[in-house]
C-alpha cells in the first residue's frame, strides 16, 4: 500500500530535505564544491574565490550548516568549515536506497 506523502514527508526524510534546499542554490553548490577532501577554509578565504561579499558568503555558510552539509569550529576567532562527508553520504545513501527499492 503507497503512502500519502501530498501533505508531510516521512521523519527519515527530513534532514535530507534540508539537504536538498541548501544545495538548491547555485551559490551554495559552488561553495562546496571549492573544498578538496579534508580541506577546511574560513569564510575569507572562501570570499576571497567568490564573487560573492563577505557577508553574503556568511549568510550561504550559515545555511550549509544548519543543513548540516558543512560542519564549523571556531579556532581564536576564525571559524573554519568542511564538508560533512559522512552525513552527505549517509542522505544520499538513503535517497538511493528508496530509489532502488521503490521506483
Known amino acids: 500500500m503507497r ?11 527530513q534532514a535530507m530535505s534540508k539537504v536538498f534546499a541548501a544545495l538548491g542554490d547555485e551559490h551554495r553548490q559552488r561553495i562546496v564544491l571549492l573544498f578538496e577532501d579534508g580541506e577546511r577554509l574560513n569564510v575569507g578565504q572562501i570570499a576571497e574565490v567568490s ?3 563577505r557577508s553574503t558568503v ?3 555558510l550559515k545555511t550549509l550548516r544548519e543543513a548540516q552539509v ?3 569550529e571556531k579556532v581564536g576567532k576564525e571559524v573554519f568549515f ?4 559522512a552525513f552527505l553520504e549517509d542522505c544520499l ?10 521506483v
Not at 93 to 102: A, D, F, I, N
Open 3 to 13: 503512502r500519502d506523502y501530498g501533505r508531510t514527508i516521512p521523519a527519515e526524510w
Open 51 to 53: 564573487t560573492l561579499a
Open 58 to 60: 556568511s549568510h550561504h
Open 70 to 72: 558543512l560542519c564549523s
Open 82 to 85: 568542511w564538508v560533512n562527508k
Open 93 to 102: 545513501s538513503r535517497v538511493l536506497g528508496y530509489l532502488q527499492e521503490s
